[in-house]
């Protein structure tokens, strides 16, 4: 079992910044891919990025891409989101999840594969 908890959501403007967190708790945080997602009212929750084991492995959303970094700290059990340049349509509830991974460079956009969820932080972006 592994528990996640998301923080560092809030309201910004357009053209802010924000950086989420997701705190691990449970089996080794290292052995798992993980994820951050999003689903804005009325929609379908949507990747957002992926990060394998080691952190050497990344990928983003395209309406992502280039403004949000993805990253991990396997000492502090801890996943982060930075996001700059934040647009109204970023606002959404934010969800961090974790994927066991049988290799170091494995990761995944596909939420079906991912094995535990956080309950989320709200990420609102004023015009």
């Known amino acids: 079992q592994v528990h996640l908890i998301e923080s560092g959501g809030g309201l910004v403007q357009a053209g802010g910044s924000l950086r989420l967190s997701c705190a691990a708790s449970g089996r080794p945080f290292s052995m798992y891919a993980m994820g951050w997602f999003r689903q804005a009212p009325g929609k379908e929750r949507e990747f957002v990025a992926t990060?394998?084991?080691?952190?050497?492995?990344?990928f983003y959303a395209e309406s992502v891409k280039g403004r949000f970094t993805i990253s991990r700290d396997n000492a502090k059990n801890t996943l982060y989101l930075q996001m700059s340049s934040l647009k109204p349509e970023d606002t959404a509830v934010y969800y961090c999840?974790?994927?066991?991974?049988?290799?170091?460079?494995?990761?995944?956009?596909?939420?079906?594969?991912?094995?535990?969820w956080g309950q989320g932080t709200q990420v609102t972006v004023s015009s």
């Open positions: 999840a974790a994927k066991f991974a049988t290799t170091t460079a494995q990761t995944t956009g596909d939420m079906r594969l991912y094995d535990y």
């Open positions: 990060i394998s084991r080691s952190g050497g492995s990344t």
